[in-house]
């Protein structure tokens, strides 16, 4: 496998549910993003994991759970979704330096298409 | 504060450029530009960092003027595989760690 994988590509669930995303990057990568592009809305950043530490959370509701056990996975745990959170759910990773400056380029999963009914 | 794209959308007959202009309300430190095709990620096109610099992909080039807070995508001799959604997303200073924020995009359609 190479680059940004997301499993599953496809989820319904159902409010009362609890499910979880999975990003797995092959890159070699030290930060970690999740990201949620809704129907005709900018992408929006969710969680930032740099060097699996949460680096930033922009406020975003506690039924979304990020988990990052190692600077290669990444976890969406979700529970008691509303439907409004049906979404692509995108994953990304980049390689982070301070000492090289901050930018670098975010490589994208393919997402996880969620709709919850 | 979210960039500002436009136009929402265009329009090309294969081989016609295009200009894509992305703005911000505050000084940014960097650009960077995706396209987005329906139903795939987005894949990354560039980076532009404060100074002014161009950069290139393809025929695919971007421009970022600082005086301005904005930067500019050109689409030049237009081909098919370039229809997509394209997005630019900034940065305001090296240490805004999750500040990254994407405009609404801009579709782009080429026909031939």
Redesign the interface.
């Known amino acids: 496998e190479t680059g940004v994988t997301q499993t599953p590509r496809h989820l319904v669930m159902g409010m009362t549910n609890k499910k979880s995303l999975k990003c797995e990057q092959h890159l070699g990568h030290n930060a970690m993003y999740w990201y949620k592009q809704s129907a005709k809305?900018?992408?929006e950043?969710m969680?930032?994991y740099?060097l699996e530490e949460r680096?930033?959370?922009?406020s975003v509701p506690s039924r979304f759970s990020p988990e990052c056990p190692n600077s290669s996975h990444l976890f969406l745990h979700l529970h008691t979704l509303q439907p409004e959170d049906s979404a692509l759910y995108?994953c990304a990773s980049s390689q982070d330096s301070?000492a090289a400056?901050?930018?670098?380029?975010?490589?994208?999963?393919?997402?996880t298409r969620l709709t919850v009914l | 504060q979210?960039p500002v794209q436009s136009p929402q959308a265009v329009i090309l007959r294969e081989g016609e450029d295009a200009v894509i202009n992305c703005s911000s309300s505050k000084a940014l430190?960097?650009v960077?530009w995706y396209r987005q095709k329906h139903g795939?990620?987005?894949?990354?096109l560039m980076?532009l960092?404060k100074g002014g610099e161009q950069k290139g992909h393809e025929k695919i080039s971007a421009s970022f003027n600082e005086k301005k807070q904005q930067s500019s995508l050109y689409l030049t001799a237009s081909q098919l595989s370039y229809s997509g959604t394209y997005?630019c997303?900034t940065?305001l200073?090296?240490?805004?760690?999750?500040?990254?924020?994407?405009?609404?995009?801009t579709q782009v359609v080429v026909t031939p």
């Open positions: 809305k900018p992408l950043l969680f930032v740099s680096v930033e959370n922009n995108l301070q400056g901050r930018s670098d380029t975010q490589y994208f999963g393919p997402g | 979210q430190y960097s960077h795939e990620a987005p894949v990354f980076i960092l997005f997303g940065e200073s090296t240490d805004s760690w999750g500040k990254f924020q994407f405009g609404a995009g």
